[in-house]
């Protein structure tokens, strides 16, 4: 009852929000599954406008896709379905490019005990959203952002 009741509680755009990364979650996790990661991100993108930025100051889109980060992060945790890092970072990129926010995944690599771990995050203008800002020291992220290419129709 907890869950409902702090449910009601958040601003009617924060439901909105968590609503639709309880939706996305569990689909792009399918869609990982598969046809894999590029194509994924390839599908997710065909599903997104333009790269406009959204009207506001930097600080307004700063906020607002903040709080869309933790409504995925909440989806992530406290929905019915548990997601990783990768599943989380591409509905968040994805639910803020249907906003016309410009984010990027990032993917970084460390090596633990002989072992390759890596782990994906989402960016908007350098700033990290989906993690700590210590992310960059933790893992090194490719020299690049993770960027579909839009497929070319014939």
């Known amino acids: 009852m907890d869950k409902w009741r702090r449910f009601w509680q958040l601003d009617p755009r924060a439901r909105v929000y968590l609503m639709e990364a309880l939706l996305l979650l569990p689909l792009v996790r399918l869609a990982l599954g598969l046809v894999g990661f590029r194509r994924c991100q390839q599908l997710l993108n065909c599903l997104v406008p333009g790269s406009v930025l959204p009207a506001g100051s930097s600080t307004q889109i700063l906020e607002k896709s903040r709080l869309v980060a933790r409504m995925v992060r909440a989806a992530g945790v406290y929905g019915p379905f548990r997601a990783t890092c990768l599943p989380e970072s591409l509905v968040l990129w994805w ?12 993917i970084g690599v460390r090596k633990d005990d002989q072992r390759l771990e ?34 070319q129709l014939p």
């Not at 639910?95 to 990032?106: D, N, S, T």
């Not at 994906?120 to 992310?135: I, K, M, P, Q, R």
Request: aromatic share 8%; glycine share 2%; net charge positive.
């Open 118 to 151: 890596a782990h994906a995050w989402v960016e908007l203008y350098g700033t990290v959203l989906n993690d700590s800002d210590d992310v960059h020291q933790r893992f090194t992220p490719f020299d690049s952002s993770v960027s579909p290419i839009r497929a």
């Open 95 to 106: 639910m803020l490019k249907r906003r016309r926010v410009p984010v990027e995944v990032r």
